[in-house]
């Protein structure tokens, strides 16, 4: 029971918010961390350009091309993914990420950033790419953000992994 619950978090982000809950997270969980890195590196979703054919990737849902985890995503015993919310919906390149990896991934919990609407769908989405449902999500909004609230649901949402893992740990034990 004392042995120590291994974690990864995997992000994409475009613009650093996801990436800087999913560091935060990292350092509170004491997990390992990895960012989705689509072929062709990042700058082809740059600028005002890089916006639009973002856009148009969640809504036309367009397949994007993902590197493999360099992290061996099944030694793990929860895999986190965070991705910002695109079009109402999950953002391509963490589509794809789940899509690829969701066979290996052992537990999964997913967070998601969004300015103020589709946080729901792009969880939806997210579990439903990796064919598992998560054992905890969170949805981090504009609005918490710039009213510093996103540190307590930052918070409460390592807190409930914890508990969870530890619940899903001893009835392991037991059975
Ligand atoms: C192409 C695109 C579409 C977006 N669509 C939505 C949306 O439907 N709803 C929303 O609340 N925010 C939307 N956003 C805003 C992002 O979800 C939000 O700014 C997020 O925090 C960005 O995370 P990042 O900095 O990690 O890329 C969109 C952003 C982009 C680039």
Not at 4 to 22: E, F, H, M, N, P
Not at 56 to 79: G, I, K, S, T
Not at 122 to 145: H, I, N, R, W
Request: hydrophobic content about 40%; glycine content about 8%.
């Amino acid at each position: 029971m004392s042995e120590r619950c291994r974690i990864l978090i995997v992000y994409y982000s475009r613009t650093g918010t996801t990436r800087r809950d999913a560091e935060l997270l990292a350092s509170g969980l004491d997990a390992d961390i990895e960012p989705i890195r689509e072929r062709g590196g990042p700058q082809p979703r740059n600028g005002a350009r890089g916006f639009v054919r973002s856009l148009m990737d969640a809504l036309c849902h367009r397949h994007a091309e993902v590197m493999p985890a360099l992290l061996d995503v099944a030694a793990y015993d929860l895999v986190v993914v965070g991705a910002p919310v695109w079009a109402r919906g999950a953002c391509a390149p963490a589509r794809a990420w789940l899509e690829l990896h969701g066979p290996q991934v052992r537990r999964l919990a997913l967070f998601c950033c969004e300015g103020a609407f589709g946080g729901k769908e792009a969880l939806k989405q997210m579990s439903e790419a990796a064919g598992k449902v998560p054992l905890a999500t969170c949805v981090f909004t504009g609005s918490d953000l710039y009213r510093c609230k996103d540190g307590v649901k930052r918070d409460a949402f390592a807190q409930k992994i914890r508990s969870r893992m530890a619940a899903r740990r001893e009835m392991e034990w037991l059975v």
